[in-house]
C-alpha cells in the first residue's frame, strides 16, 4: 500500500473508534453529534436515537422513517434467511413477512442465526419470530409455515415494497423472479454455496434472473449445500450486502442494477459482473411468465445428483405419527413427530412432512422417488 493509501486507511481506522465510543463522526465534511436528534419528542426520540441512533446518522431521520414504513417478505428461513431477516428487524424495517416449510434440524445451527438447541423440532419462521420479537418489539413480524411454489408465491408477495430471496433452489427463485418482475415488485436474488455467495438486485424493468439464466438447468448438474456445503461465515457476508441492497433500494440510491456481486470468502476475492438485459428475455422481456403461469404445478423436482423433492398436486394433512406406527414393521424409522417423519426404505431415506412434501434422498432419478414415494406414502 502506497503513503496516500496507509494515511486514508489510518483516518478511516480514527473513524472507526469514533463510532465505536458514541462520539463524533465527520460524515461528507459535515460534523455529526449522535443521540441529539427530536429532543422534543420523547417517543420518536427513543426510537430514532436510541434504537437507530448509529443508522440515523447514515441516513437521516427521513431514511430511517422510510426503512420503519416498508413492507418486505423474506421468503426462505435458512442459512441467508435467518440472517436477512435479524438484519432487517434490528435495522428497523417495520413490517417483515417470512415464508419458510421446515423444521429446525440439528445440522442448521452451524450457519444459521437466530436458531439454537432448544429451537430443533420447531418450525423454523416460529422460531426466528420469538427472536426478532426479542430483538425488535416496535415491529410488525408476520410468519407462514408454507411451501413456496407457483400457486401461491403471489399471495406472500401482495402488498409487499421488496422481496429478499432466502430460498435455496434454482426453481424457486425462477418462480419468484416471475412473480416479483409480473407484479413490478423489487427483489433481491442471493445464494450461498462452498465458499462463494452472490447477491443481484433486480428491478421490475430488468435485467432479471431469467436475463441471466434463461432455463432451470437439468436435475442432477445443480450442486446444493447439502453436498457441497457451506462455510459458515459466508451466509451473513452475503445476507449483509443483500440487505445493504435493501436499505439503497428503500432510499432510492441503489447503483447496482444490472450488477452480480460474486465473493469468494476463501480467497477474499469480490467481483461485480455487469448482467445485459436479454431483450428476448421470457420475463422481463416479453413479458411471459412461464413458471409462475405454468399449470402444471412441478410435483416432482430434483434438487441434486442425489436427492429429489416431491411436492403433491394440493396441500394435504398428513397424520405423521399414525403413518410411522403403520409403517414401524416395514421400514427404520428415524424421526416421527408431528411436523416430520424421517424413515429409511429401499435404501432411500425418506424425509415427509405434515403436507406431503417429501424429500428423498439416495437417488437423482425422479421416477424412482416418485415410485417410493407412492409406494410407502400411497400419495
Ligand atoms: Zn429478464
Redesign the pocket.
Known sequence: MNAAGIEHSRRRIMQHGYIGMGGRLTFAGTVVTMGTLNKNDKETRCRMSDRYSRQTVLLGREGQEALLQTRVAVLGCGALGTHIAGNLARAGFGHISIVDRDVVELNNLQRQALFDEGDVGSFKVEAAARKLRRINSEIVIETQVKDIHNGNIERFIQGCDLVLDGTDNIPTRMILNDAC?KNRIPWIYAGVIRYEGMVMPVLPE??????LLPEIPPTGSMTSCELSGVLNPLPPIIAGIQCTEAIKLVLNKTDSPRKLVVYDVWEQRFNKVTVD??PH?L???KRTYTFLDNPERDIVMGLCADSVQIIPPRDTDLDLEKIARDLAGSVEILIANDYMLRFIADGKQLTVYRDGRAQIKGTGDNGVARAVYTRYLGL
Not at 206 to 211: E, K, M, S, T
Open positions: 418482475v430488468g435485467p432479471c434472473l431469467r436475463c438485459k436479454n428475455c420475463c422481463c422481456g
